[in-house]
């Protein structure tokens, strides 16, 4: 799933007036979006049928599997960027693909720790709909996906927190993007790896404090920006 941000990006001509070299800031919240967006897509595409699967079959070990996923929400980002820095080095299983300080690598951190969250609360949404629901859709022949459809469009508005949650612990990510992407940036100064979250920590170090906020506030209102549209669009959902 592609997501263009380009007119995103575009949207924010003011920010080239800030005290950065022309075109750095645009660029790191190009490398932002594009990883954070992307990851966060392909684990709602993994996550969304996974919570299904589970909320619809009754099996062994049930509750441990649950607990498991809601376990996973809280797992240290440090540790997951080790992991993947590992997998993707020269003695890692997939060292051949040449993965380290990459954008691919960063999006592989971030779709590891937006899914636990986004699993769960997309299966705390789908166990929440009422029997009733899934009963009536059977009721009219309705084969087992049709009634899992009926549960996810009766769900949509958890599913849609689910991923905005998934997309809050990706887009404000520090530890493990940093480790797999190494905070890079060009000679011109263009960013090749450096996100919103590690320029900030940057320029913190640094003491420039003052550029720190006006990244921070950058960063804020990306974040409710997307937030509004998922909301918008779950609204009218249930509008519907």
């Not at 924010?12 to 966060?40: E, H, K, M, N, Q």
């Not at 595409?45 to 809601?70: D, H, Q, R």
């Not at 949650?165 to 797999?180: K, P």
Request: aromatic share 6%; charged share 10%; no cysteine.
């Amino acid at each position: 799933m592609s997501v263009p941000i380009e007119p995103v990006v575009g949207l924010l001509p003011g920010l080239l007036d800030l005290p950065f070299r022309d075109g750095y800031v645009s660029s790191v919240i190009y490398v932002s979006l594009y990883v954070s967006l992307t990851a966060v897509a392909l684990s709602t595409l993994f996550s969304v049928p996974v919570a299904v699967l589970i909320g619809f079959s009754e099996f062994p070990g049930k509750g441990f599997v649950k607990s498991v996923v809601n376990t996973g929400m809280g797992f240290p980002s440090v540790v997951v960027g080790l992991v993947v820095l590992f997998a993707v080095s020269n003695q890692g299983p997939l060292g051949s693909l040449n993965l380290v300080f990459t954008r691919e690598a960063m999006i592989m951190s971030q779709f590891v720790l937006a899914t636990p969250p986004i699993t769960a609360i997309s299966l705390a949404a789908v166990s929440g709909v009422d029997d009733g629901v899934r009963d009536a859709a059977r009721a009219l022949g309705g084969t087992r996906l049709d009634a899992a459809l009926v549960v996810l469009k009766e769900a949509r508005y958890g599913i849609a927190t689910a991923i905005l949650a998934g997309f809050g612990r990706a887009i404000s990510e520090v530890g493990s993007v940093l480790i797999v992407g190494g905070n890079i940036t060009g000679a011109d100064g263009i960013s090749k790896t450096r996100t919103l979250t590690t320029a900030i920590q940057l320029e913190a170090r640094q003491g420039q404090y003052e550029t720190a906020m006006i990244l921070g506030a950058v960063l804020v209102v990306l974040v409710l920006t997307v937030n509004a549209v998922v909301v918008h669009f779950g609204d009218g959902g249930v509008n519907r």
